[in-house]
């Protein structure tokens, strides 16, 4: 299948090799990774964080996932020329060729896991390491073979909270296992609901992010609003646990009820309207609970 916009990598001019290998890294996923990891840590020094060790957790850890984000679209680069929203990325377009992102996708996470290994110790960078290879090695193939890849996937995209956590504390206890839970449990509906809207162009690619026996959703729509009625009691345990104060209980509390009253809403009749409600209030939901942590983590006491 040709796109008819192959173009031989080499013969790119050099600012727009730049801006390939840019979109190699996913830059916003990368970003929002690095930004977990942050809050996790500033969360896990109970808000006493020095600035070198949180900016050593930020650059390894934006390093790292771009460099595992490569790789993915390395491993997948004949799967995205099937589909409509990925098949003009850098490697299906023929911007980069495969051999190029290989080499940079290995070459970044080995330079992010080596900085947070040298800066904040060995647990948060084999904790990387860990997401890196549970992405691309079991997440990314288990999506053509199984409707359990979502569950899969959900462990190395929580895993930010703990290599924030670990960077901090050198241990992944409690505290950071809760903020584990929670970024676990928000990204199911977050998946599902982005699964539903995209079905048809996934069905293309051959992969079953939805059961292939629920053509009317009634499964999806069950589980989102199972994952979301779990997640408004698990966002609650930072301030039960003495991490956070009651500013960020009464905010997570209305942000969790607001999501959960768009999922069964959506789960009506999963209409495209409804259900991208749901990805969109989701999408929006991670970054304000992060807030929140941030505003109200308490101090030791």
Known sequence: MSTGLKVEGSSLPAV?????????????????VMITAGVSYYVGAAGDAALAPVLHTLGGTLLAT????ALNQYLEREVDLRMKRTRL????????????????GVALVVLGCTWLWAT???????????????????????????YLATLTGAIPGAMPALIGWSAATGAVTLGGLVLFGIAFLWQLPHV???AWLLREDYL????????????????IARQMNVYTAVLV?????????????????????????????????????????????????????????????????????
């Open 66 to 69: 771009g460099g595992a984000l």
């Open 120 to 146: 904040v110790g060995w647990l948060p960078a084999a904790l990387t390491l860990f997401s890196a290879i549970a992405y691309n090695f079991i997440y990314t193939p288990m999506k053509s073979r199984s």
């Open 204 to 219: 293309r690619a051959g992969f079953l992010l939805t059961p292939p026996a629920d053509p009317g959703g009634r499964v």
């Open 16 to 32: 727009s090799r730049v801006r390939s290998y840019y979109e190699l890294t996913k830059p916003g996923i990368a970003g929002f």
């Open 233 to 301: 009691p698990a966002s609650l345990l930072p301030t039960l646990i003495g991490l956070t104060g009651w500013v960020y209980f009464g905010g997570a509390l209305l942000l969790g009820l607001g999501l959960l009253a768009w999922t069964v809403q959506a789960g009506r009749t999963m209409d495209r309207s409804g259900v991208r409600r749901v990805f969109l209030g989701s999408l929006a939901y991670q970054p304000l609970l992060l807030g929140l942590m941030l505003i109200d983590t308490l101090p030791h006491s």
């Open 192 to 194: 599902l609901a982005l």
């Open 89 to 104: 990325r850098p490697l299906p377009s023929g911007r980069l060729a495969p051999v190029e992102a290989l080499l940079f």
